[in-house]
């Protein structure tokens, strides 16, 4: 901002202009300048405040959310002989394993990983319109998304698991 004034009061000297009108002119086009940065900063606000919901909170609790259902279906269908459920159109060969827990696991927190990753980003260009502040904002992003998950495991896992 500094230069661009610079730059305009010598251009404005070198013409010829009165360098009184030139200082006001450049003052109020500076506070103009001022005045529409926080609004616009007031106008993405939401924007930001939804995409850290969406990927700290939302996101973890929705695939901790999947990780217990993913639990309930593989104790039901281990305790089910799927064996004789075929019928004449459709036959479903659904093979449900305790590894599917774990690798579930490893997808969630790896999608959980990149979606803070792409988050923090997000919101840093929202902000700063550069993507480096986003690294400093990734650890907490991380931090927060990945403990979000692990506790609405824990908790769904308490209270979903007596249904079985």
């Known amino acids: 901002m500094l230069r661009r004034s610079v730059n305009i009061l010598l251009e404005g000297m070198a013409a ?3 360098i009184a009108n030139l200082l006001n002119k450049i003052a109020i086009d500076i506070q103009e300048t001022k005045i529409l940065r926080k609004e616009m900063g007031a106008n993405v606000a939401t924007y930001v405040i939804f995409i850290t ?3 700290i909170v939302m996101a973890p609790i929705l695939f901790g959310l999947a990780t217990e259902l993913l639990t309930i279906i593989v104790r039901i269908t281990g305790a089910m002989d799927l064996s004789a ?6 036959t479903l060969n659904i093979k449900t394993t305790p590894e599917m827990i774990s690798n579930f696991n ?4 790896a999608m959980l990983s990149i979606s803070a990753l792409m988050s923090a ?8 319109g550069r993507i480096r502040e986003g690294i400093r904002n ?6 927060v998304s990945l403990a979000i998950y692990f506790l609405s495991v824990s908790l769904l896992h308490g209270m979903l698991g007596s249904l079985i």
Do not use: D, M, N, Y
Request: hydrophobic fraction near 55%; glycine fraction near 10%.
């Open 85 to 90: 459920t075929s019928s004449g159109f459709l």
């Open 16 to 18: 010829g202009g009165e």
């Open 106 to 109: 490893w997808f969630s927190v």
């Open 138 to 143: 990734l650890p907490i992003f991380l931090a």
């Open 121 to 128: 980003s997000i919101v840093s260009v929202i902000r700063k």
């Open 53 to 55: 919901f969406a990927s």
